[in-house]
Nanobody
Framework: QVQVVESGGDLVQAGGSLKLSCTAS????????MAWYRQAPGKQRELVAT???????NYADSVKGRFTISRDGAQKKVYLQMNSLKPGDTAVYYC???????????????WGQGTQVTVSS
């Protein structure tokens, strides 16, 4: 019922910047929370940043001060501005959307297919 699509991943040099976008569509009544995760080769998927329905944000320690998560007014799009990129940021970045598909319905998790971010030295 909910589709999530990420975009914006690219190959960049260390110190560069990228902005990732995530769009949720389908049967969405309301969005509770949106988040970015990433998974590097040989590593488990980790939480990068979250933004809730009130606009409060949370970041992994490794990206604080460098990454900024934001959302549009409709709360169906989320962005991740990534500055001062490091080789350690190389990963597939996934968008996670927690939403209700109907009034007072359960909150469900929806995931995108991921977008590759590669940071070279």
């Amino acid at each position: 019922q909910v589709q999530v699509v990420e975009s914006g991943g690219d190959l960049v040099q260390a110190g560069g910047s990228l902005k990732l976008s995530c769009t949720a569509s389908g049967s969405i009544f309301s969005v509770n929370n949106m988040a970015w995760y990433r998974q590097a080769p040989g590593k488990q998927r980790e939480l990068v940043a979250t933004i809730n329905n009130g606009g409060s944000t949370n970041y992994a320690d490794s990206v604080k001060g460098r990454f900024t998560i934001s959302r549009d007014g409709a709360q169906k799009k989320v962005y991740l501005q990534m500055n001062s990129l490091k080789p350690g940021d190389t990963a597939v970045y996934y968008c996670n959307v927690r939403s209700r598909t109907r009034v007072l319905g359960p909150i469900v998790d929806s995931w995108g297919q991921g977008t590759q971010v590669t940071v070279s030295s």
